[in-house]
Each structure stands twice: as structure tokens, then as C-alpha cells.
């Protein structure tokens, strides 16, 4: 258990609709980042946050967004949902903001797009 | 890009050790060497990290050639619960996002 918890852990949703996953960090952690992993894809950075501000971008669509909150825990909000956007949804948690710390990964969420 | 070049996949027999390489002839002075592992499909897990010297843990033993260009992921007595995609990334030490290539897939075999 790496103490990075996620929900929900299944979502099953349809086309155009919007969608919240939620991420809670390792005690003590101030970072936190949010990769999208598809079959044919691998595990692809989306997004990191630390203390509450966003410090790194990757290969997030427009139509996704993130946000850390004060508490900490972090949310990724996925809208206008295309069958491509089925995928496995990680969120991590490092101590400081620095990449190079060890990022510890929460359970994921499995999204599917019907 | 991955930094980092490995092979597709490996198999080992139980109770073995498994050495998983790991190229990365670009790797710059202030670049970390990071491996994780996901089984199935769980969450990816730290396994160990180094800069330049060899590194130990509870779980592996981490080999780091002199010019950096290259590492070695050992499990010393692999079972069946390493089976898993082994991640090697190299992470600069500041800001940076982190970058996984498709791993290598070890298959432990009874």
C-alpha cells in the first residue's frame, strides 16, 4: 500500500459526458501527478501539481483540467469524453516538487468510455 | 522521448537472480537513474534509485556502469510475484517531468 489513495475505481460513463477523478496524496506530501495509461499509449505523464499550483504539464488534452486543493488532495476533470479517453488514470504523490523525488503511485482508476 | 533504451522483455527462472539492463548514453551529470515496476495493471512501484554509485535495498540491487551510459536492475532471488514491466528512467534533479518508456516485461517462470 503506497498510501496514495484514488476514486472511484471503476467509472463507466458515455461519450460527451464529464467525469471526476479524485486523488488524495501520501501524508505529507505536497506533490502530486496524474498520468494516463492506454494499451496502446504506456503510462504517459498528464500533469503535476505542487502545494497547490500547477508546476508541470505533459500531454493533457484541452479538454482535460486539474486542480490541487488547499487540503492537499487533487482532482482531474475530464469533459466532452471520447471513446479514445478509456484508459487507466494514475495519480501520484512525491514529497517536495522536484521530479527527481520518488513518486508513489495510488491504485488508479479504470475508465471506460461506451 | 524515453531517455532510456530496454529490452522488450526478459524471462527468468524462479529462484534466480534477474539482471535487467538498462542503456541511457545520454544521461547527464544531474540525472538520476529511477527504476519502478507495475504488475498488471496496479499502480507503478518505486524499486530503487541512483546517481553514479551502486545502490542496495530490501528489494534490489541497483549497477550503474562508470560512464553512467548504462545500469543493471538485479533481483537476487526473483519469484513469481516480480513478474511485472520493469520501468528504468533517468530524471534530471531539477524540475522536470518524467518521461516512462515501455519497460521491459520480466516473466518469472516456475
Known amino acids: 500500500d503506497s498510501g496514495v489513495t484514488?476514486?472511484?475505481k471503476h467509472l463507466i460513463t458515455a461519450t460527451g459526458q464529464r467525469v471526476t477523478l479524485r486523488c488524495s496524496p501520501r501524508s505529507g506530501d505536497l506533490s502530486v501527478y496524474w498520468y494516463q495509461q492506454s494499451l496502446d499509449q504506456g503510462l504517459q505523464f498528464l500533469i503535476q501539481y505542487y502545494n497547490g499550483e500547477e508546476r508541470a504539464k505533459g500531454n493533457i488534452l484541452e479538454r482535460f483540467s486539474a486542480q490541487q486543493?488547499?487540503?492537499l488532495h487533487s482532482e482531474l476533470n475530464l469533459s466532452s469524453l471520447e471513446l479514445g479517453d478509456s484508459a487507466l488514470y494514475f495519480c501520484a504523490s512525491s514529497a517536495r516538487v522536484r521530479s527527481s523525488d520518488t513518486q508513489y503511485f495510488g491504485p488508479g482508476t479504470r475508465l471506460t468510455v461506451l | 522521448d524515453a531517455k532510456t533504451t530496454q529490452p522488450t522483455?526478459?524471462?527468468?527462472?524462479?529462484g534466480r537472480a534477474a539482471n535487467l539492463p538498462?542503456?541511457?548514453?545520454?544521461?547527464?551529470?544531474n540525472e538520476y537513474v529511477y527504476w519502478y515496476r507495475q504488475i498488471h495493471s496496479q499502480g507503478p512501484q518505486y524499486i530503487i534509485h541512483g546517481l553514479k554509485n551502486n545502490?542496495?535495498?530490501e528489494m534490489a540491487s541497483l549497477i550503474i556502469t562508470e560512464d553512467r551510459k548504462s545500469s543493471t536492475l538485479i533481483l537476487p532471488h526473483a519469484t513469481l510475484r516480480d513478474t511485472a514491466v520493469y520501468y528504468c528512467i533517468v530524471i534530471q534533479t531539477s524540475y522536470d517531468k518524467v518521461i516512462f518508456g515501455p519497460g521491459t516485461s520480466l516473466s518469472v517462470i516456475p
Open chain 2, 9 to 14: 522483455s526478459m524471462d527468468c527462472a524462479e
Open chain 2, 22 to 29: 538498462c542503456n541511457h548514453s545520454t544521461i547527464s551529470g
Open chain 2, 55 to 57: 545502490e542496495t535495498n
Open chain 1, 69 to 71: 486543493f488547499p487540503d
Open chain 1, 6 to 8: 484514488q476514486t472511484p
